[in-house]
């Protein structure tokens, strides 16, 4: 064999071992494309969790507002649940719906003339 073919096998085997690394570097597992996902995921996951942390402050200070104060249960057994003490009257105050009520509208299939 003479040196120019060798040297033309080697350079075609050099080209494609760096096509083959160059194909990973850009596509494959633990390529930059990859790495790049995966920092684009670990921001959003970030953003959750500072989201939850900051959710989870929150709880955190209403279960120790009621642990610590009877008055923050009792407003909010008022709130969410209705409750009313004794000699207490509960009012319940409505809007009155747009149909059915004279004066609002006309009733359906009323003649105008």
Avoid: C, Y
């Avoid at 120019?4 to 080209?15: D, G, P, S």
């Avoid at 909010?76 to 000699?87: E, H, W």
Wanted: net charge negative.
């Amino acid at each position: 064999m003479d040196n120019a073919r060798l040297l033309r096998i080697l350079t075609a085997i050099a080209l494609v071992i760096t096509l083959v690394l160059q194909v990973t570097l850009w596509f494959g597992e633990g390529s930059l494309m990859h790495i790049w996902q995966l920092r684009k995921q670990i921001t959003v996951q970030q953003e959750e969790l500072a989201r939850l942390e900051a959710r989870n402050e929150i709880l955190e200070a209403q279960v120790r507002s009621l642990k610590g104060d009877l008055d923050t249960v009792e407003g909010m057994a008022r709130s969410d649940l209705g409750m009313i003490r004794k000699g207490e009257t509960f009012f319940l105050v409505t809007e009155p719906e747009d149909q059915g009520i004279e004066g609002d509208a006309p009733a359906a299939g009323a003649d105008k003339r």
